[in-house]
């Protein structure tokens, strides 16, 4: 059978917007059928070719052929979004059935029993039948005991490697360069779960993988590729999963790597579920032996997270301070490194038992740690930490909920025995400064600004920091790595404590990302431009790399607003995409100003421009450093990005991170942040959620001292017409007058010797 499969990415593939529904993971599936006896699985005919394209997107699908041009009526292979696509429309016509999992077009079902497995066939069938979705027949296989699925063989035991493809592995020959290795690296690493030692094995061969490195195969060489054949060869097999049964989990910290595995027990023997492990960066293997074990727990509990988060699980590990670092009911210690404590706050949303094991019951994690998978250079940000996107989320959220709102801040201002004292002064008078400890005569000197309000102590109008809350309020404050400066004018209008500017200095002399990341000086002065006096009048645009991706970035020359655009080209269309939406959010700006790439120097993009009356501005050929104030903000954003990858946050969210960090901290050039420049206002953030809501403070305080005044005071009104009395404010002697109009509750216009005054109703009093 013949399929045509056009090359759409040279057409309309880099125009598309991409569907971002997520394909599901192997382990998510395997889940699904854990408990099963019997299985079949369903091969759909043609996948994407099942789903019609409407009428309107048809003539973006025309391809060329010998025979002619020819356009597609239904959904073709190649597109870029197809596969998310078609996985999200199976969600939607399968979600709800029991035992039953699907990956694209491949749908496999189980059943505890026969009768079971049929039931759960038939509700797919007739939901496929449903929809107008074909099978075909010969790639589908029913009622087995085990089936083949996306590269694995799946049983009522659990998965085992296809041996198929393991001995289609076992037959290669030892590769002759670099190309051929990864090739066969990559085809390993897709069973690296069933082998604890598998990657470590093999991590002697990634030395050939550097650009630096000549290629020259060894003898020892040989012998690995040949041991990692042969473990290959080993019929491993991973357990399914099963909710009801107790979890365990077990981690270990080497020189070199960290590792770890989950598994349960059945009648009193263990049955592994998951493998993992991972090499140390050369800045983590400075760490201490506690710090390296902490990370391993955080590593393999992060890496688990879709089997651990929700449910009670026992935590093992051979290092026993750790007990007192995660142990339950333990509070963090204030001696631990940030980066510990930022591990402790993430763990603190799972819910688990430590227990310690001697080293010798802990083999498996040993091994992991001792022969972790090596990290390939341009992997995934995440895969290179070892943190999961969901890991990193569950951290902050964590940080802000744990630490910064006014709950806490209130609970932990109560705790503090000198801002308590603080406080006892505020509210019953402050003695003389020598009956004062000489620790709190910063705050003596501050007596008549301090204030204590809603429970929470302020000093002009800054919230005062308690001491177990300040590396806390710091690590929010370096969210993005914004330098020393930019963290202190950011404090500086929300928080203060005693010798808060040089605990800044020090925290971020700590950072070691920030240290390691630092830009280089300048080897020349930048050409400077006048700064225009309105915000987004003139823009610089740029385009870089970073991390394997294209980014198109613009900054705005009067307030430094920054934006960042993730991109798959570097075209003029693209370009005009991303600019048509700035225009859209913040309207059109007067000039542009780039360098001389092919995207900006195209008629394309001069025509968008001149068509909304924009002047484009190129900088000098072969010196983009004319272009100064792009240029500095790539070098700004490339460096924060750098210094924010020791979060393991997810690549998106640490860009987000960057920016918002950037956009609210004050420019040493203008001394405000981009934000308040550009829309007139301070951005808002978690810090301001600190303050007191004095709101209802007032409105209550105005109640009741107008409950106090009326006790004693009755309304006066008096009628046009009326004649009163009038008291002068200054001689508080009294005149006749008339009254000619009421304009307002107890304001009247009165007539006195011909002239009209508005007064007050308890200026009058009747004649």
């Not at 019953?428 to 929470?456: C, Q």
């Not at 404090?491 to 240290?515: G, L």
């Amino acid at each position: 059978k013949i399929r045509v499969c056009a090359d759409f990415k040279v057409s309309i593939n880099k125009f598309v917007v991409l569907n971002r529904h997520p394909l599901p993971r192997f382990e998510e599936l395997i889940e699904k059928l854990q408990g099963g006896e019997f299985y079949s699985v369903i091969d759909l005919k043609d996948a994407y070719l099942q789903m019609e394209v409407e009428e309107g997107s048809r003539k973006f699908l025309v391809i060329a052929t010998h025979r002619g041009y020819f356009r597609y009526k239904r959904l073709p292979f190649g597109i870029a979004f197809a596969p998310n696509l078609f996985q999200e429309t199976m969600d939607k016509i399968l979600t709800g059935l029991e035992g039953t999992a699907w990956y694209i077009d491949d749908i496999i079902v189980t059943g505890r029993n026969r009768a079971d497995h049929l039931r759960n066939l038939e509700a797919v069938m007739n939901r496929l039948v449903d929809m107008g979705i074909r099978s075909q027949a010969s790639k589908c296989v029913w009622l087995q005991k085990s089936v083949k699925y996306l590269g694995h063989v799946i049983d009522k035991d659990g998965i085992h490697p296809s041996q198929e493809n393991v001995e289609a592995l076992k037959k290669m020959p030892a590769p002759t360069n670099s190309t051929e290795l990864k090739s066969f690296l990559g085809s390993i690493n897709y069973y690296s779960k069933f082998v604890p030692h598998l990657q470590g094995l093999c991590a002697p061969l990634h030395r050939l993988l550097t650009k630096a490195t000549r290629w020259e195969w060894t003898s020892e060489d040989s012998h690995i590729f040949n041991k990692v054949k042969d473990l290959l060869a080993y019929n491993t097999t991973l357990y399914h999963y099963h909710p009801d049964r107790q979890l365990y989990v077990c981690s270990d910290a080497s020189n070199t790597g960290i590792g770890g595995y989950m598994f349960q027990i059945v009648e009193g023997e263990e049955k592994p579920l998951a493998y993992t492990s991972r090499t140390l960066s050369k800045v983590e293997r400075q760490y201490s032996t506690l710090d390296k074990e902490a990370l391993a727990v955080y590593y393999t509990v992060t890496k688990f997270h879709q089997f651990l988060y929700g449910r009670r699980f026992v935590l093992r590990t051979d290092h026993k301070p750790l007990a007192y670092l995660f142990g339950e009911h333990r509070e963090i210690p204030k001696v631990a490194a940030n980066r510990v404590t930022r591990w402790a706050l993430a763990l603190g949303a799972y819910d688990y038992i430590m227990e310690h094991t001697n080293g010798k019951d802990n083999a498996v994690a040993d091994v992991l740690s001792r022969l972790p998978l090596q990290q390939i250079h341009g992997q995934e940000d995440e895969q290179e930490e070892g943190i999961l996107r969901y890991g990193i989320a569950v951290h902050q959220i964590k940080i802000e909920n744990l630490a910064l709102n006014k709950t806490r801040l209130k609970k932990e201002i109560t705790k503090d025995t000198k801002l308590s004292q603080i406080i006892a002064y505020i509210e019953r008078g402050w003695p003389d400064k020598r009956n004062i400890p000489t620790d709190l005569h910063t705050f003596f000197e501050k007596k008549t600004e301090l204030s204590y309000e809603a429970k929470i102590l302020l000093w002009k109008g800054r919230v005062v920091i308690p001491h177990t809350l300040r590396d806390a309020i710091m690590n929010h404050l370096h969210q993005g790595h914004p330098g020393v400066v930019a963290m202190k004018d950011l404090a500086q209008i929300h928080v203060w404590w005693p010798q808060m500017n040089a605990d800044i200095e020090k925290f971020v002399k700590r950072c070691t990302s920030c240290q390691e990341s630092k830009p280089k000086e300048a080897m020349t002065p930048l050409f400077s431009w006048n700064v225009p006096e309105k915000p987004w009048t003139r823009l610089h645009i740029d385009y870089l790399e970073y991390a394997g991706k294209y980014w198109l970035l613009v900054i705005d020359a009067t307030s430094k607003w920054l934006e960042v655009f993730q991109t798959h080209r570097m075209t003029a269309a693209v370009t005009i995409i991303h600019m048509r939406e700035l225009f859209a959010r913040y309207g059109l700006p007067a000039l542009v100003v780039s360098d001389n790439g092919p995207q900006f120097v195209s008629h394309e993009f001069e025509k968008f421009l001149s068509d909304n009356g924009i002047k484009h501005v190129r900088c000098t050929p072969y010196h983009p450093r004319s272009n100064g104030l792009a240029e500095r903000a790539v070098r700004t954003f490339k460096q924060r990005m750098e210094a924010s990858k020791g979060q393991g946050d997810d690549l998106h969210l640490r860009v987000q991170n960057v920016l918002f960090s950037y956009r609210i901290a004050a420019q040493r050039t203008t001394g405000r942040s981009p934000g308040e420049i550009l829309f007139g206002r301070r951005m808002i953030t978690v810090l301001d959620q600190l303050k007191p809501d004095l709101t209802n403070d007032v409105d209550r305080m105005l109640t009741v001292q107008k409950a106090c005044h009326d006790q004693h005071s009755r309304w006066r009104e008096f009628d046009e017409g009326e004649v009163v009395w009038v008291q002068n404010p200054l001689t508080k002697g009294f005149k006749k007058g008339v009254i000619v109009k009421k304009v307002g509750p107890v304001s009247y216009v009165v007539e006195m010797e011909g002239v009209q005054r508005r007064k007050h109703a308890d200026q009058l009093r009747a004649a």
